[in-house]
């Protein structure tokens, strides 16, 4: 019976060799080429000696010499051992030799070795042996494959570094090395090509293929003045473009690096995994060579009975197949990494699987709220109790605002809506979270908050509008304000409901806005708390007594924009810069960047890390319990080489199967 199991069990294998050789070899490597046919022709031969039987072999010592059929038999199936082994038996030895025995090449050397002394001995079996070998070496393939798939998937979506950059020269263009091109340079970008290095469209406008880095399939139209970050493909009209960055320092090149130093983060589950195999290896090493020793010494000296030593050497042996804890150590990592690809598919770059076991445990997410929940977007609603004529008021306004990069600013330079004349302006001084004062055309102007006006002993109007409201003194005396409003994004509302889905218990907004704004907005979205009229470094002390109220057991994660918000970021439990595409502070201060301004993401980067958390979990009970299940057992001789293959590939392939799962996170 067991003999018609192996029987059919090879000729499964060698069929699924084939088909796999045929129909997926494109996907494979050299390297998992090379070992699938060891595996076919492994198979193949195994196969065709088990339909010899040994005393086919035994006639040859009457035709030759004594034991020729014997001798013959071992070197057929020992040949068959090493082209399915040589290469685990020369792992093992290295290790010896580098002092580093205790690992899977080891016990699968040794328990193979052995089965093989054993049959050579009672001129048994070989089969076990090679069978153990061969099947140990389909789980190994199972899992390179398994692996090279998921960084295939990667890096087909992370397929993102330029090759090359066309510069024009004498009305020619050239291809040269993205590291060449100086900043300042004019770059062409042709349809089709990527965008090799950031920079600000000066000719051309045409349709940006950004999916690669935002998992967004909508196009984005870019035209002149446009900022453009590399990694995007340009897919329809010519692009000249000024960099403005180097390539090292290129969004393109901080992603890269991002993703492919993501792994060496390692979560706990990783490290606990990685101690426990350096512990457990030798324990079950000295648990067999004891099993192979005691009992038979105890049956001998002192139970005065037969040792059965080749029972008790091959239950060992057997303990050792068992022990391998190849789930564990390939399951594990495979699950994290596979979370981290599926995540990327989606546009949501987590720094280390550190990060997305922390994330599993957020039950609390602090907002900022401009350019985060809001687009960032300001337009000037009104100009309320001015004493000059609004184009004045909004020309000394933009004046003093002209060498900020805040939105604000920004808004007021475009309500303005002509050329800045630097010229005009001097004495700029910035006072953080207040506002600015400057001199224009030799008038103290001091553009700013409430807070701005009671410094400087400005009596100011209230406004009873909600926006952001900037008030204007013009030589201390005060000229009037005007009403800003932010837009709320799109999604916000829908993502703050999917957030609490997700097992969030807590949502709280931080601003500088007036406690007007601050609760309209906290309202209309239903975030449970809001703290106004905060400064930057209020929103820091904020978090810090945040995370004090939380304790130890939940974390809290902060999301803002990546450049004002980046020690905010850097202080929470996990930093979420969003919408902060090419901001190099995002990149550097957050533990995860959302690679658009979607704050559904946030959700959906939650739900993926508790999914990749689960699947870890239910990867280490199910190898454990299995193992020790079938350790005790194979102690008490109750289970066979055959199933300690099962306790060991069987449970490996399955539990790679199952860390696979972490890449499908599109329905979450």
Not at 130 to 139: D, K, S, T
Not at 432 to 438: E, Q
């Amino acid at each position: 019976m067991q003999e018609i199991i192996v029987k059919l069990l090879l000729i499964v294998v060698i069929l699924i060799a084939l088909g796999l050789l045929i129909f997926k070899k494109d996907d494979m490597n050299k390297h998992q080429k090379k070992m699938l046919v060891r595996i076919l022709i492994a198979s193949s031969i195994l196969f065709i000696l088990q339909c010899i039987s040994i005393a086919t072999f035994d006639m040859l010592d009457s035709y030759l010499f004594a034991s020729a059929g014997r001798i013959l038999r071992f070197i057929l199936y020992f040949i068959d051992y090493l082209i399915i082994g040589h290469d685990i038996l020369s792992k093992a030895f290295k290790g010896i030799m580098n002092k580093q025995i205790f690992d899977e090449n080891f016990l699968m050397a040794i328990a193979t070795v052995g089965a093989m002394a054993l049959a050579i001995y009672s001129n048994g079996d070989y089969v076990e042996a090679i069978a153990v070998m061969l099947f140990y070496q389909i789980g190994e393939w199972f899992q390179s494959y398994a692996v090279g798939k998921s960084r295939k998937n990667i890096s087909e979506l992370m397929d993102i570094r330029p090759d090359y950059a066309n510069i024009e020269i004498e009305g020619k263009i050239e291809k040269v090395d993205p590291d060449e091109i100086e900043i300042g340079s004019i770059i062409v970008v042709q349809p089709g090509e990527k965008v090799p290095i950031d920079g600000i469209v000066v000719e051309g406008d045409s349709s940006l293929d950004t999916s690669a880095l935002t998992g967004e399939s909508l196009p984005r139209e870019v035209k002149v003045d446009d900022e453009i970050i590399s990694g995007c493909i340009n897919m329809s009209g010519l692009l000249k473009i000024k960099t403005t960055k180097e390539f090292g320092e290129s969004t393109v090149s901080k992603i890269l690096d991002l993703v492919e130093n993501a792994s060496s983060k390692k979560s706990k589950s990783e490290r606990f995994i990685s101690k426990f195999a350096k512990v457990y290896t030798p324990a079950v090493c000295y648990s067999a060579l004891a099993l192979a020793i005691i009992p038979p010494l105890v049956r001998m000296l002192i139970m005065g009975v037969d040792a059965q030593w080749g029972d008790w050497l091959y239950r060992a042996l057997t303990f050792l197949v068992i022990s391998c804890p190849c789930a564990l150590v390939i399951s594990i990592p495979l699950s994290f990494f596979a979370g981290i690809g599926g995540a990327s598919n989606e546009g949501i770059l987590i720094k280390g699987s550190n990060y997305l076991e922390t994330l599993s445990k957020v039950k609390t997410i602090v907002f900022d709220k401009t350019g985060t929940l809001t687009k960032g977007v300001f337009e000037v609603d009104g100009i309320h109790h001015n004493q000059l004529e609004d184009e004045k008021i909004l020309e000394f306004a933009a004046l003093a605002e002209s060498a900020s990069s805040h939105p604000i600013s920004k808004s007021l330079q475009r309500a303005y809506g002509k050329e800045i004349d630097r010229t005009r302006v001097s004495d700029i001084q910035e006072l953080s979270g207040n506002g600015v004062i400057a001199k224009v055309d030799n008038h103290k102007v001091a553009v700013g908050n409430d807070k701005l006006m009671i410094s400087l002993n400005v009596p100011y109007i209230n406004c009873h509008s909600i926006g952001t409201i900037i008030h204007i003194a013009i030589d201390d005396e005060y000229a009037g304000h005007i009403v800003i409003s932010d837009i709320l994004k799109p999604n916000t509302k829908k993502a703050i409901a999917s957030l609490k889905k997700a097992g969030i218990t807590n949502t709280i907004m931080l601003t500088g806005d007036t406690s007007r704004v601050a609760n309209k907005v906290a309202s209309d979205l239903g975030i449970t708390k809001v703290y106004s009229e905060l400064l930057p470094e209020d929103k820091v002390n904020k978090v810090e007594e945040l995370l004090k109220e939380e304790g130890n057991k939940d974390r809290l994660a902060f999301v803002g924009d990546g450049i004002n918000d980046a020690p905010v970021l850097s202080r929470a439990d996990i930093g979420i810069a969003m919408g902060a595409m090419g901001s190099d502070a995002a990149i550097e201060a957050a533990d995860i960047v959302l690679m658009d301004d979607d704050p559904l993401k946030i959700s959906k980067a939650i739900k993926i890390s508790k999914k990749c958390i689960n699947i870890v979990y239910q990867n280490i009970i199910f190898a454990l319990v299995i193992k020790f299940a079938c350790l005790i057992l194979g102690a008490f001789g109750e289970v066979n080489m055959y199933v300690a293959i099962f306790a060991d590939v069987g449970v490996m392939i399955l539990a790679v199967l199952n860390a696979i799962r972490c890449l499908f996170v599109k329905k979450l």
